[in-house]
């Protein structure tokens, strides 16, 4: 169980670093059409040139994982979430395929413009539906045809399409955050007045995705207000909303009296989903897959978990470092799209 509960961490870590990291530059994709003035969207794409391939290492990370640590769960998610699943993954690969050709085309960049914004916002919502179909509860596989058939399509409900455009939301945001600190100018602007819209539209998603899990989960209830849980878990909302008015302070100071700090924002938006984050796991633990598998039930036996620690113990530790290294090169403003930085 001392094993299966620190690859449980590790796998937590590792999302949250997907969902962080790569959060944001899906946003730029998804805010991509509301720049369209001369080399803004120039500028977007540099901003994200030399970290965007890096962030999705966290999501193959995850995956292997979730295959290795936890093959129980590995199953009956990619059964169940085939096809939302795969759509997610070609929504990537024309993005990241947007990406290198936009930069050598010509006649034909509007397409791969189109290519990049699109599957930026696929992939987003896709993940947001699996989020919203994971905390709902799935149905057990089994070998019958129809319910399979059925099982399918279960990440199809109104409840999981509120999460997937509330995701959508919330990478808009931590995008319009990461623009703020990285930008001059007209772009700046811009984005500190997408980015208060944006942080009203996701407390608002946050608020009615909660209410709505508290009012139809039965378990995620209890969790939250049987005997005094809601005064210890009180912090998380409270903690939420100081980090909500952080943002907003430095957001809206930018364009009035002067005097914000352009890094904060960033910073208390990441502060707002890791507080979300936390809750959710509040919520659902111990399980990978709700009412069906605990982390205990769908881990490996400790000899594979054992062979698989000087792995994580090496990787992890090589994946932080490089990619705060490369951060950290690229550290400043981007000052001219054609140089970068």
Not at 17 to 39: A, E, K, R, S, T
Not at 69 to 78: G, H, N
Not at 97 to 108: C, I, L
Not at 166 to 177: E, F, K, N
Request: hydrophobic share 50%.
């Amino acid at each position: 169980m001392d094993l299966a509960f620190f690859y449980f961490l590790v796998l937590g870590f590792a999302i949250f670093m997907y969902v962080l990291l790569d959060g944001f530059d899906l946003g730029i994709g998804i805010l991509y059409p509301w720049f369209n003035q001369d080399g803004e969207r120039d500028h977007l794409m540099r901003s994200i040139s030399h970290v965007w391939d890096g962030n999705e290492t966290w999501l193959v990370f995850g995956g292997v994982i979730l295959f290795a640590a936890f093959p129980a769960a590995y199953a009956d998610i990619l059964s169940i979430f085939y096809l939302p699943i795969m759509l997610m993954l070609f929504a990537l690969i024309f993005r990241g395929v947007a990406f290198e050709y936009r930069f050598k085309s010509d006649r034909s960049r509007p397409y791969w413009d189109l290519a990049f914004s699109a599957g930026s916002a696929i992939a987003a919502f896709c993940q947001g539906m699996l989020l919203g179909s994971l905390i709902q509860g799935v149905p057990a596989v089994t070998g019958n045809l129809e319910t399979s058939s059925l099982s399918s399509l279960h990440w199809l409900t109104p409840f999981s399409v509120l999460t997937g455009f509330s995701v959508m939301a919330g990478y808009s945001l931590l995008a319009a955050c990461y623009l703020f600190m990285k930008s001059r100018g007209r772009i700046q602007q811009h984005a500190a007045t997408l980015g208060k819209r944006l942080l009203i539209l996701t407390i608002l998603a946050m608020a009615i995705v909660s209410l709505w899990t508290v009012i139809n989960e039965v378990e995620i209830r209890e969790r939250w207000f049987s005997d005094y849980n809601f005064i210890l878990l009180s912090p998380l909302p409270l903690l939420t909303l100081v980090a909500a008015r952080l943002a907003w302070k430095d957001l809206h100071a930018h364009g009035n009296s002067g005097g914000s700090n352009e890094s904060r924002p960033f910073w208390a938006v990441a502060t707002l989903f890791l507080l979300g984050f936390a809750g959710l796991v509040v919520g659902l633990f111990p399980y990978l897959v709700p009412r069906q598998l605990t982390f205990m039930e769908a881990a490996s036996p400790d000899s594979s978990l054992l062979f698989l620690l000087p792995g994580v113990c090496i990787f992890v530790p090589l994946i932080c470092a490089y990619t705060f290294w490369g951060y950290r090169v690229f550290a400043g403003k981007v000052e001219d799209y054609q140089e970068g930085y």
